[in-house]
């Protein structure tokens, strides 16, 4: 078990690398750099320009600014500055990661909890008209584009005042709250993106859950469990939901690649402080630091969220053997 | 379709394949109403300018005009037999809010001579399917779903902007589905360190959350660069073009999806290699590239058409959040994207919610592929039971 953790995390690590040096190619390809709006102002003068350059090393060509970035890693951890900010990039990161980590958290709690139940009572009860009415909502759920349900959210949210329509906390107020106020006032924020990050996950794994639970109802060992006189109830929470759930963690890893993507337009329109929407002003500003380490951050999130589906599947199914995976 | 001369077909003749998954498909509603739809929205697209009635990027003076209501009975409780719409005349120039002035009828007209414009790219005409009657003079323009921040009429505008957003799906998911199954079918048929090479290049592309990419190619490639310059021809100082930019968006939007439907694509290959058909054609002296191509890729179709049915909707929304977030697209060319970026001050969004229509059109083509791409899925299944 830890020997397979151990090797998939120097895997990812390799896969880092690559991502990185991919990353760093791609945004070089664009002429002009961060100076240049500072270039075109006549009153900032022509030294303070070429020192900046030499300052953030925009004078050489990029593979040398790649390899002298790298070993600013390897030898100090050092992840370079933004220009924007003017600071390491992790201090501008950290709270931003964690505002989407918490958008993206609840959006999977979410998911989970309505879509298992509604799942199962789908399955349950197959051809009914709950099942039909449920799959009908599971289709918009799922074709409901992300940024048109986030403005509608918003549009609803100034129409009735019931929510705030953007941010993340009531920064007006901010400072006199309590900590219990604050922790519901960030909950109030976070109502909105998350229903509308969770909504196609929530579709797709009602969905999916339906799908296995059928599948698990017309095994042999159902029929014998039923013919042994077990009854109705602990046959399908204890025999089949049991077994139908475990495709669905696989599932959670493939989810979280769609969720961070997902995200960025999420945040972008109900003005949410995460990392997407840091990412793309970092990108129009040729923020290439910051712009590198989001995007690190964002495959990391993936690579460790499926090593974690691994993990949990593991834990949950145990006819999978972790050691086996190995021999891949 | 039998032929009238053939006898009838014993009760039991044996149906071909493709018989059989078309016979499934049209009994499945669903997969039969999505497959109508977009019926209906490529059709739309392509005789756009002959179903709008203004073209999508004339403005006018009448910002964030609500849509008309179309009118049968008019004020007097007189009924007509066609229809019309009432003018709408603004009321607060600093609220942007209109009131009706009921003084005159304006009448819809039908094929009515409107601004000239290109059918299909070929026949230079006026005729468009509707008009008010009498508009033109009066300066009253007929709005079915409201107009824009530059007055221009919403429902020209989504039906061109379409368009974009209807061919970028169907254009990126072949890119995608080439390089897919060209490099599946190679890495699986040939093995060794080109598949360990190109599978690796795979996990790199898979890794990355797919809009993270997406955002950093487009800002890679952005107007000016050396490499577009090179490969557009531009002249120096020179921008891209509309139609540039929406190949690049073709392009970008094609180029990340391929690695996964090339992983399966190579299982799919490796397991049919060393079959004894496969092998036979080798010794007969098949090429390498005749192998793959003839004998090898075939064998995925079925699961290449379900799974660029259902992903279709990938590049549409591709598109959508590369214009949304202003990198995509450009004014005034409308697309879906585009368009619903104006919603994303809350003043218009409340004062004009109307500007989210788009939105309904990205909903309904998705939902429509979704459907589709489903029935197909289960028309296509080998072990269906009939």
């Known amino acids: ?328 | 379709m039998s032929e009238p001369t053939q006898d009838p077909p014993a009760p039991d003749a044996p149906k071909s394949p493709w018989r059989i998954v078309m016979g499934r498909l049209l009994r499945n509603r669903f997969a039969l109403l999505g497959g109508m739809i977009l019926g209906v929205l490529y059709l739309s697209a392509i005789f756009a300018n002959f179903f709008s009635p203004y073209d999508p990027e004339t403005s006018s003076d009448t910002t964030h005009h609500p849509p008309h209501h179309i009118r049968f009975v008019d004020q007097e409780g007189k009924f007509h037999l066609r229809p019309f719409i009432y003018r709408y005349a603004m009321t607060d120039l600093l609220r942007r809010a209109y009131g009706v002035d009921t003084s005159e009828r304006y009448p819809i007209q039908f094929f009515v001579q409107g601004e000239p414009y290109r059918l299909l790219g070929l026949f230079e005409t006026r005729r468009r399917l509707f008009g008010v009657g009498g508009g033109d003079q009066a300066g009253v323009r007929i709005y079915l779903l409201g107009s824009d921040w530059n007055g221009r009429d919403l429902f020209s505008r989504v039906l061109h902007g379409g368009r974009i957003s209807l061919s970028i799906g169907l254009i990126g998911i072949m890119i995608t589905m080439s390089l897919g199954m060209l490099v599946g079918g190679i890495s699986g048929y040939f093995a060794g360190w080109v598949d360990l090479v190109m599978m690796r290049v795979v996990e790199l592309l898979m890794s990355i959350p797919g809009l993270y990419l997406i955002l950093a190619l487009r800002a890679g490639l952005s107007g000016d660069s050396p490499f577009l310059h090179w490969l557009f021809r531009l002249e120096e100082g020179e921008h891209l073009g509309s139609g540039q930019i929406y190949l690049l968006i073709v392009a970008i939007l094609g180029l990340v999806g391929w690695g996964g439907t090339a992983r399966v694509i190579r299982g799919q290959v490796l397991a049919v290699k060393e079959l004894d058909y496969v092998r036979a054609a080798r010794s007969l002296g098949a090429s390498h590239l005749r192998i793959i191509i003839r004998h090898l890729l075939p064998n995925t179709f079925t699961y290449v058409i379900v799974s660029a049915t259902l992903a279709v909707p990938a590049y549409i929304l591709g598109e959508v959040a590369l214009s949304f977030l202003g990198v995509g697209i450009e004014e005034p060319t409308p697309s879906w994207g585009l368009m619903l970026h104006d919603g994303q001050t809350l003043h218009t969004l409340t004062s004009a919610p109307w500007i989210l229509v788009p939105g309904v059109f990205i909903f309904v083509t998705v939902f429509a592929f979704n459907f589709l791409g489903d029935g197909l899925r289960d028309a296509l299944d080998p072990k269906a039971v009939e």
């Open chain 1, 1 to 328: 078990m830890h020997y397979f953790i151990l090797r998939r995390l120097s895997h990812g690590l390799l896969i880092l690398l690559g991502v990185s040096f991919l990353t760093f190619f791609i945004i070089n390809q664009a002429p002009g750099d961060y100076l240049d709006r500072y270039r075109l102002d006549p009153q900032i003068p022509k030294h303070w320009i070429e020192e900046e350059e030499e300052r953030l090393g925009l004078d050489k060509p990029w593979i040398v600014t790649y390899f002298l970035w790298l070993k600013g890693i390897v030898t100090h951890l050092n992840f370079g500055k933004s220009f924007q900010y003017k600071e390491p990039v992790f201090e501008i990161l950290k709270g931003r990661v964690l505002n989407t980590l918490l958008l993206s958290f609840c959006s999977i709690v979410f998911a989970w909890v309505v879509a298992i139940p509604l799942g199962i009572m789908a399955g349950h009860l197959q051809y009914s008209w709950f099942d039909k009415g449920s799959s009908v909502v599971a289709f918009v759920g799922l074709s409901i584009p992300n940024v048109f349900l986030a403005l509608l959210a918003i549009y609803f949210a100034a129409q009735t005042g019931w929510f705030p329509t953007g941010e993340m906390r009531d920064n007006v107020h901010w400072d006199g709250f309590t900590r219990w106020q604050k922790f519901l006032d960030v909950a109030h924020h976070l109502v909105l993106p998350t229903l509308v990050l969770g909504t196609a996950m929530t579709a797709e794994l009602m969905r999916q859950m339906r799908g296995q639970l059928l599948d698990v109802l017309r095994a042999d060992y159902i029929r014998t469990a039923r013919a042994k006189g077990v009854s109705e109830r602990a046959l399908l929470f204890k025999h089949a939901v049991r077994n139908a759930i475990n495709p669905l963690i696989t599932l959670f890893g493939f989810s979280l690649a769609s969720l961070l993507s997902g995200s960025v337009l999420v945040e972008q329109v109900t003005s949410y402080p995460g990392l997407g929407r840091l990412t793309v002003r970092a990108l129009f500003d040729q923020d290439i630091y910051l712009v590198m380490a989001s995007v690190l951050v964002a495959t990391t999130m993936l690579i460790l969220g499926n090593l974690m589906a691994d993990i949990l599947l593991a834990w949950s199914d145990p006819r999978i053997k972790i050691e086996d995976s190995l021999t891949e």
